[in-house]
């Protein structure tokens, strides 16, 4: 597949050729001279924290196509914990942490309470896949299936990292954690098991449902602004690699992003009304392995004996998720 | 060790480790015929526990705090329907503002859900509190709650003698539930009762309780002869005769509050410690008994009720109601505010001198610098 | 009564130092009890933990405020916490650096006697040895021959209760050759002044 780019000649006032800025709206969120910087810096995050990145990404360009006018609710979980350490607060939006399984019926009520003063405020709600697929899943289905007008974030890091990686319904099989431990006969989380949220939030038909990743942040920016272009129940799955969890160097966080997309294992696409509008192509495909090898999470998989058949398993899954996504078909992009 | 059939648990600090382990032991066919059930919340966990239980397994579960108001309702129905559950709780603060450190606000939340509450001074004791529990439970058919304090005994590593497996095998017999689900006899359990018997359910649950209190004492007994060892029971007095000045505690402070008693005593005030293993049911006769001889008690816990005060103060007040002993009430160390050996000496000090007031709650640590610097005074 | 306050950042094994420690005492009969100050503690972060021993049952469990001896693990944690608080003029101080150390500036720091002050390269050694930066079992070794608190031969015992195989080989060189740099650095000075361990008592009830 060959993509083509028009190409432009900067001049400088004679012909000598030279660089510029993008104007500004074509510029991303964050190169934007007053993006909101929603999560200031010194928060407690680790290195290379895939989830510090994301949110932020995620919340700037939520307010800037808010015009500023966004308030937010925030499950319990890394994010919550490393952005507000007694006594300081990393927020420059007005923001609410609640309880870890309630985020969703909290945002439903923000924007409820919203609607009955009359203010046009957007509201956007926010946790990990352990608040969103777990403990929050009945208040996110109900929000969805009410319809209510939240933008709901999932940021994926495949586990309960804030209490010391266990099991999420979003691990994948394979993976170690710490109640999926490779001790046993069965290495890490077992096949067969966990959810796609975001085909479950499509089967409620909801205005909008997208996938991202912190490798692309254009493309993360995109799909919010796009999100809160809709009204009424969005849902945007980020995955966001976590160096801790997944015992992984924390220089890799977004290649490692890069190529769980790359790899088939995490389609990018977006959905309205429950039909899938967009995918995005795989440019470069590779091997599951690629991705793998640099966790430690599935250390358990390679070297001596090592699991080839497991690999195998995650392999197939990637290729059913290309077939099923049509990540290799020319045209795939978003119309 | 006790052999639970059904673990159902979600993560939440400071239980998290003690569910991994078990994870672990599950996985590595350590903890034979043994299923693990990676749940989705503690609603999930402790439904589970109640599904597994009425199906005759032994179930365990483990929680805290957030957690353990999660699961409130199937906590309440667990106890209802008297099944005979085991559950640690990491007893940890609740929020907002959230906060992961110990006190006993979870646990107390909790004490009118129908659960026997046993609460360890130590990790020796947690370890024993568990092994009596499940017979305890079984014995009475009532769920048993073992509260330790999160962190300061959750992640202490101190000595624990471990029993022997064939010693806990004897003491823990496979468990014979008291009501099954079976098809070969169906039952049906939770039965929806009006107005005409839900007062006598009540009734019984209660008897029930009361029962319990003696089966907590007859357990603990065994469990000294088994193991020569004194854990676990009702009550346990320290220096308790002729004491003018007693300190009542529940939890790990039961070890700085023996200290205390002994610097005391050495300057010739007459102190001694009560610490209250059963909370629940509340023990009125040990309590009785052991405060008796006493002219102040000085109650001291990691809790209170917002609006009112002391919670335990207030049973042991009544416990001691028609006896000629003040009662004072103190809260400290909520939150994961060390409980220092100093504030503990100065506050039973302060009540041996009658110099605190009764009838209203004294903070024992309050940070006036802290509310000061807040604008208030 | 010996009390020993373990500072470091997450990720560098301070727990594990202060239960190790405790399982060494147990090693030798004596009373011991670990925890940390645990926090919601990202990699990175500042972790304390202590660890009592005695030679008699331990009751309590309240944070060490006055240790006679606290362990940095990281220098950077100097001007960061109070690593030195409740500092005794006989405790000992031991800190991983691999650099020339000044405790000028920082807070207790001239309550510190020169003479108790040791510091070791402890994270480089152990990339030597282990070939990766955890500083802890080499710390051991050094606190060993430093207070006496416990012998060497007991943190080897806690050592491979802790680790397996190879790498519980790795760390015991590791402790090995850091305890005797230590026991050869301060021969003469530290060691002598030691509450040296007669007949398994530690110290006295502080
Ligand atoms: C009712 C309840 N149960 C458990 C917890 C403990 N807890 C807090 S955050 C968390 C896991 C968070 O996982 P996730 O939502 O995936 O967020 P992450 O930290 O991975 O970003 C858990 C189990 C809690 N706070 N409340
Ligand atoms: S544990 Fe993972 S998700 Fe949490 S702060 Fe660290 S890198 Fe981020
Ligand atoms: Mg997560």
Redesign the pocket.
């Known amino acids: 597949m060959t993509s083509t780019r028009e190409t432009r000649l900067y001049q400088v006032g004679t012909f000598a050729a030279g660089n510029r800025l993008l104007d500004l709206e074509d510029r991303s969120v964050q190169a934007h001279p007053d993006r909101t910087n929603a999560i200031t810096s010194g928060h407690r995050a680790c290195r290379g924290c895939g989830e510090a990145l994301g949110a932020r990404f995620v919340l700037d360009a939520a307010v800037r196509a808010a015009g500023g006018d966004l308030v937010t609710a925030n499950a319990t979980?890394?994010l919550e914990v490393f952005s507000t350490p007694y006594p300081e607060s990393s927020w420059q939006v007005p923001w609410l942490h609640s309880l870890f399984g309630n985020a969703p019926a909290v945002a439903s009520g923000m924007a409820a309470g919203l609607r009955a003063q009359g203010r046009a405020t957007r509201v956007v709600g926010q946790a990990?896949?352990?608040g969103t697929v777990d403990i929050g899943f009945g208040c996110l289905s109900g929000m969805f299936e009410r319809n209510d007008d939240v933008l709901f974030v999932c940021?994926?890091?495949?586990?309960?990292?804030?209490t010391g990686v266990q099991r999420?319904g979003?691990t994948p099989p394979a993976a170690r954690t710490a109640t999926t431990s490779t001790a046993g006969d069965v290495p890490g989380n077992p096949f067969g098991q966990g959810k796609s949220a975001p085909l479950i939030a499509m089967a409620h038909e909801i205005p909008y449902v997208a996938t991202a990743t912190v490798a692309d942040l254009r493309d993360l920016e995109d799909k919010v602004t796009r999100a809160m272009e809709h009204h009424g129940a969005r849902y945007l799955h980020v995955l966001v690699p976590?160096p801790l969890g997944w015992a992984a160097d924390p220089s890799d966080t977004v290649r490692l992003a890069r190529l769980a997309t790359e790899s088939g294992l995490f389609p990018l696409f977006e959905a309205e009304h429950g039909e899938v509008t967009g995918v995005t192509p795989i440019r470069h495909r590779v091997p599951v392995d690629d991705y793998l090898r640099l966790q430690g999470r599935y250390a358990h998989l390679f070297g001596e004996p090592g699991r080839p058949d497991l690999v195998a398993r995650l392999q197939a899954g990637a290729d059913r998720n290309i077939a099923r996504f049509g990540l290799l078909e020319e045209g795939g992009d978003r119309p | 060790m006790c052999r639970p059939q059904v673990v159902a648990a979600y993560p939440i600090s400071p239980q998290t480790h003690i569910v991994e382990a078990l994870s672990d032991l599950v996985r590595t066919g350590e903890l034979a015929q043994c299923e693990y059930l990676t749940v989705e919340s503690e609603f999930a966990a402790m439904s589970a526990c109640i599904g597994a239980s009425a199906v005759g397994a032994r179930a365990y579960t483990a929680s805290a705090s957030q957690g353990l108001l999660f699961m409130a309702e199937a906590v309440f129905n667990a106890s209802g329907l008297g099944l005979p559950i085991v559950m640690t709780v990491a007893n940890r603060a609740i929020g907002a503002p959230i906060n992961i450190w110990n006190d006993h606000s979870d646990a107390m939340a909790l004490r009118d859900a129908g659960w026997i509450q046993l609460y360890a001074a130590d990790v020796q004791e947690a370890t024993d509190l568990h092994l009596q529990a499940f017979v305890v439970a079984e014995r009475t058919s009532l769920p048993v709650m073992v509260c330790m304090d999160g962190f300061v005994l959750t992640h202490a590593v101190e000595e624990v003698d471990l029993p022997e497996q064939e010693q806990v095998d004897a003491f823990v017999p496979p468990f014979v539930p008291q009501q099954l689900l079976d098809p070969d006899d169906p039952v049906t359990i939770g039965a929806m009762v009006g107005p005409e018997a839900f007062t006598e359910v009540r009734y019984l649950m209660q008897q029930r309780m009361d029962t319990a209190i003696g089966t907590v004492a007859e357990v603990a007994h065994d469990f000294r002869e088994a193991f020569g060892r004194s854990s676990g029971g009702l009550v346990r007095g320290y220096r308790l005769e002729d004491a003018d000045t007693v300190l009542v505690t529940l939890g790990s402070v039961a070890g700085a509050a023996t200290e205390v008693v002994d610097e005391l005593r050495e300057q010739g005030i007459a102190a001694g410690t009560l610490t209250l293993t059963c909370f629940r049911p509340w023990p009125d006769e040990a309590v009785r008994e052991a405060l008796a001889g006493a002219r102040r008690v000085v109650v001291l816990e990691r809790a209170f009720s917002v609006g009112r005060g002391s919670i335990v103060g207030q049973d042991v007040r009544d416990s001691l109601h028609d006896l000629p002993v003040t009662v004072v009430e103190a809260v400290g160390g909520l939150g994961g505010r060390p409980v220092r050996r100093s504030d503990v000496r100065r506050l039973v000090e302060g009540v041996a001198a009658d110099l605190l007031p009764t009838g209203r709650l004294h903070f024992l640590d309050l940070d006036h610098a802290l509310l000061a610097s807040a604008g208030v005074r | 009564m010996f009390n020993v306050r373990f500072h470091g950042r997450g990720g560098q094994g301070v727990v594990t130092a202060a239960e190790m420690l405790s399982v060494a005492a147990f090693d030798c009969g004596l009373h011991a009890q670990a925890f940390p100050t645990f926090g919601s503690e990202r990699t990175g972060a500042p972790v304390t933990s202590y660890c009592r021993v005695d030679d008699r049952p331990i009751r309590f469990h309240e944070p060490i405020e006055e240790p006679q001896a606290i362990v940095v693990q990281d220098p950077t944690l100097l001007h960061a916490v109070p690593v030195l608080a409740g500092v005794q003029p006989s405790s000992y101080v031991l800190l991983n650096t691999s650099r020339e150390l000044s405790l000028a500036g920082v807070p207790d720091g001239d309550r510190v006697a020169p003479d108790r002050l040791v510091t070791l390269a402890a994270t480089d050694l152990a990339r030597e040895v282990l070939g990766r930066p955890v500083p802890n079992t080499a710390l051991l070794g050094a606190l060993a021959a430093l207070t006496g608190v416990v012998p060497l031969e007991a943190v080897l015992v806690a050592i491979r209760q802790r680790f397996a195989g190879p790498v519980a080989e790795a760390n015991v060189e590791l402790a090995v050759r850091a305890h005797a740099s230590v026991a050869h650095d301060s021969m003469g000075t530290v060691r002598a002044m030691g509450p040296a361990r007669a007949g398994g008592t530690v110290g006295g009830r502080a």
């Open positions: 979980g890394c990990g896949d352990g940021y994926d890091n495949q586990g309960y990292m804030n999420s979003a976590c």
